[in-house]
Structures are given as structure tokens and as C-alpha cells.
């Protein structure tokens, strides 16, 4: 994660990178971070065309180039990587399990709870979000251990999430009083 400021005249564009976390990350990965960095502090002007935002150094030449992602949740689909347990936490997916939820244009969610598949309705209205009821198959996984109580706990945070929130390529649900029920990504 960065932090900096920036100035915006028209279509010039200052930005001072201020800070970052100091993660211990592979080396081509700080690469690729010191290189995005240096490229923010170089950024003069920038430009838009049609869903791309692209940012110039002084002569002109794209350095940073953005695509826009979509805050549209029907067409996506998603893999969990935290489901809260009923237990006030968020935890990870029992190893060697795989939680899904693909948002459909017609209204349902499916996907797989861990051991069985699954589907429910949705609605959406600005960023609240109501899922259910929740139809499953009923097969019992004895392995891994604790995937069937994950997918209990995983179908029950469905049905109790309320609001939901896209940031990037990752995906909260979470319930009234704000607390995360599930966290996705993109996969």
C-alpha cells in the first residue's frame, strides 16, 4: 500500500508519493512497486479515453496506464477468502477448499459453499445487497475436516449480509451493524 498527494490543474497532474507499507515481498515484486512508485512521482499530465486513464511523464509518454473496472456486481464471480465463522471473526477457507459465488444477470447466486453447490436470489439497491433464501445440494464431505461447518458458517453470512462493497478486485459483503461476513476476490 502508498500514500502521497497530488495537484490537478486542467489536464497536469502532480503526485508526491509521501510513504508505502514495508512489506517483505519477492524481489520482482518490490520491483515492479518501486517502479510504479517512481512513475506517480513522474507523472506530469494525464489523460482520458473512454475507460482508460493514462499518465504522462513531461514529454508526453504514457508511464502509468489504468483500466477502469466495473462497480457492477451482476456478472461476476467471485472466490472467498474469509468467511465470518458466527463467531464474531472472519476467518480463512479450511485448506484445500474452494468457496465460489458467481453473480448472475438474472438475480442468482451460485456457486460452491465448500462440499455442496448452491443458488439464491438477489437484490441490489445502491450498495445494499439481500441474499436468500439459500438452496444447497446436500452432500456430506467428511474431508477436509471442518468444510461442512465453513459452508454453514459461509450460507449463514450469505443470508445475513446487507450492504456490499467493491474495491478493486475485491468484494465485502457485510451485515447491518458493519461487521464483514464474507470476503472475496476475483479470481
Excluded at 441474499?131 to 475436516?145: L, M, S, W
Amino acid at each position: 500500500s502508498y500514500f502521497g498527494v497530488y495537484q490537478l490543474d486542467g489536464s497536469k497532474l502532480a503526485i508526491q508519493p509521501q510513504g508505502s507499507t514495508m512489506m517483505a515481498c519477492p524481489e520482482l515484486v518490490t520491483a515492479q512497486a518501486e517502479a510504479f512508485t517512481a512513475g506517480l512521482g513522474s507523472t506530469s499530465t494525464f489523460t482520458i479515453e473512454g475507460q482508460k486513464l493514462a499518465l504522462k511523464d513531461a514529454n508526453g509518454k504514457a508511464i502509468l496506464t489504468f483500466q477502469a473496472s466495473s462497480q457492477d456486481l451482476a456478472g461476476t464471480t467471485w472466490n472467498a477468502i474469509g468467511v465470518n465463522n458466527g463467531k464474531q471473526a472472519v476467518v480463512s477457507l479450511v485448506l484445500d477448499t474452494e468457496v465460489t459465488a458467481v453473480f448472475n444477470d438474472d438475480g442468482t447466486v451460485t456457486g460452491s459453499a465448500g462440499c455442496n453447490t448452491y443458488n439464491a436470489p438477489y437484490e441490489l439497491e445502491g450498495k445494499q445487497i439481500k441474499i436468500g433464501p439459500v438452496a444447497t445440494t446436500r452432500k456430506f464431505c467428511a474431508q477436509p475436516e471442518g468444510v461442512m461447518e465453513q459452508e454453514t458458517a459461509y450460507l449463514a453470512a450469505l443470508e445475513k449480509a446487507t450492504t456490499y462493497e467493491l474495491v478493486g478486485t475485491n468484494l465485502t459483503l457485510g451485515d447491518s451493524q458493519g461487521a464483514t461476513q464474507v470476503e472475496y476476490v476475483r479470481p
